[in-house]
């Protein structure tokens, strides 16, 4: 069965550190993934996907199938991109993690 | 890019009533929608699957006469909540993709539905 994970409910950097949401997934197959993020009472949008390995905002994910992650990295967070980030698995269904709420502190 | 709408975005009704929820894509054709039910500082919650022209498949633990939806055109997708009560307070949303297969979703903005 699909499944997505995202173990860290919230993840408080200060600004210019380093920052790693995790994601880890379950699926018979090979899996294409995807990073959503959703700002404060806007919609919930594409970030990046993994088949396109580029970089958005300054974010990577590279998918890593030996560990099942796909976790998703800047090397310096900036305050705006405080936001839900949910990792998601298409399929027969859409499955979105449970969400990571990364605060970036000034 | 594509557009994802859905109508209205807040609506506050009494307890029994009936309420329709819209979504349409804007300038691609929807094979598929998708509706999402998001509780207060959790994921969204896969509620159904919304094929054109055809039954929607239904997640478990999900209500299909309480929640129906009709995908009657390749561009909107309805979601009713029938005989709504407060429990059914919540966020919905909608997605869509023009696709079979693994392409990413574009979202609405979402309903907040209010059942006094």
């Known amino acids: 069965a699909q499944r997505v994970t995202q173990p860290e409910k919230l993840l408080s950097v200060f600004k210019g550190a380093p920052v790693e949401l995790k994601c880890n997934y379950s699926?018979?197959?090979?899996?294409?993934l995807f990073w959503y993020v959703q700002y404060s009472r806007q919609r919930l949008q594409l970030l990046l996907r993994?088949?396109s390995r580029e970089s958005i905002k300054g974010f990577t994910a590279d998918l890593n199938k030996g560990e099942t992650s796909f976790h998703l990295k800047k090397p310096f967070a900036q305050e705006e991109d405080s936001a839900m980030y949910y990792c998601?698995?298409?399929?027969?269904?859409?499955?979105f993690g449970p969400g990571t709420r990364l605060s970036v502190l000034p | 890019g594509a557009v994802v709408s859905q109508h209205p975005s807040w609506v506050i009704c009494k307890s029994g009533t009936s309420v329709k929820i819209e979504c349409r894509s804007l300038?691609?054709?929807?094979?598929?929608m998708f509706w999402y039910r998001q509780f207060p500082k959790q994921s969204l919650m896969l509620m159904a699957t919304?094929?054109?022209?055809?039954?929607?498949?239904?997640e478990q633990g999900v209500e299909k006469d309480k929640f129906l939806i009709n995908h009657a055109s390749l561009t909107l997708s309805t979601l009713t909540v029938t005989s709504a009560h407060p429990e059914d307070s919540s966020f919905y949303i909608c997605?869509?993709?023009?696709?079979?297969?693994?392409?990413?979703?574009?979202f609405g903005d979402g309903t907040r539905l209010s059942i006094l």
């Open positions: 997605s869509a993709n023009g696709h079979y297969g693994n392409q990413p979703q574009h």
């Open positions: 699926y018979s197959g090979s899996p294409e």
């Open positions: 993994h088949i």
């Open positions: 998601a698995l298409p399929g027969q269904n859409f499955v």
């Open positions: 300038d691609f054709q929807a094979t598929t």
């Open positions: 919304s094929n054109e022209g055809s039954k929607a498949t239904y």
